[in-house]
DNA sequence: CTAGCGAA
DNA sequence: TTCGCTAGC
């Protein structure tokens, strides 16, 4: 979820042609891509796909192709998964969570109408992310020999940080938070195909990536980093609630310019006002590692995969094999273009 | 979300 | 080739 700063972030969000991401490492938030594939890959009744034994596969088929795409376009993914919350954010999880519950009351009700569009959009909003499914995800990636680092706490804080470092090229999450985490570059819709459903309608759109800098939007806002973070803050985070109603993106700036923070504003309730150093500080100085390696040299387990996938998991074999297929080109493609890379610094 | 297929 | 639709598990 995060902070909304769509509005606050257009004019400075382009369009890019995933091809310019070629060779480039990009450090996607895996919780988020998780849980998208989650939410949109249903089948026409709203329920996810599942293996014969029940467990829910919606999330590998999205993790398995959509990867696949990336690699065999040339870009260098690396899943970056969450670890524990910090606690300011259980309250959202927790507030969440009742939104799944009602989410679920409805999607109910819907179906007792017969009316089954509403209780598919329901259905999604529905979707929960359990640690098996994560398991599950890790178990793939493992499989394919694809890099993965585990946060310590948050997965887009930690993807942020491998981004400044300069290890990763971009962040990749629909969220906004990562600018908050001070990722230099952030990729939203990061697909080969950019056809989406268009929520709540039977079309679709194009929606291509779009790669938002960091620097580029503080300089268009002319404000700093922190004066970002105290935005969004003002605006409602994960971490801390909207301390005034009536407040967007463009009376936030204001404020903020004239205050200094968003503690100082006037109006805001004593309990944000104590919470609030904390609340900075986790995007300031998040929990982060340097534990971890983004190797190259691991084989993929072909049998492995197509054991997993189709044998206990029930996926189609010759859909697996082929898409196994693209990958392995894929990364011999790279491998190559690394070659050539190493020759011609030589020259 | 993506692959694959038939229609335009 | 591109578009539109369906199936995937």
Known sequence: MGVDLREFVKPVAVEIDPRTLIKKVVAIDAYNALYQFLATIRQPNGEPFTAPDGRITSHLIGLFYRTINLVEMGIKPVYVFDGKPPELKVKTLEKRRMIREEAKRKRLSAMK???????????????ILTRELKEMAIKLLDLMALPRVQAPSEGEAQAAYMAKKGDAYASVSQDYDSLLFGTPRLIRNLSVTHKRKLPGKNERVEVPPELI?????????R????????????LGTDYNEKPIKGIGPKRAIELIRMYGSADRVPGVPERFKEIYPEV???FLEPEVTDDYKLDRDRQPDIEGIVKYLVDELGFNEKRVRKALERYMKGREK??????DDFLGGLI
């Open 213 to 221: 800098e960091l620097q580029k939007l503080l300089k268009y806002r």
């Open 280 to 282: 900075k500080r986790l």
């Open 223 to 234: 404000i700093t980093h922190e004066q970002l973070i105290d935005i969004a803050i003002l």
């Open 334 to 339: 790279r491998k190559q273009q690394t070659i």
């Open 113 to 127: 109408r017969g009316n089954v569009e509403e209780a598919v959009k329901y259905a999604k909003q529905g979707a």
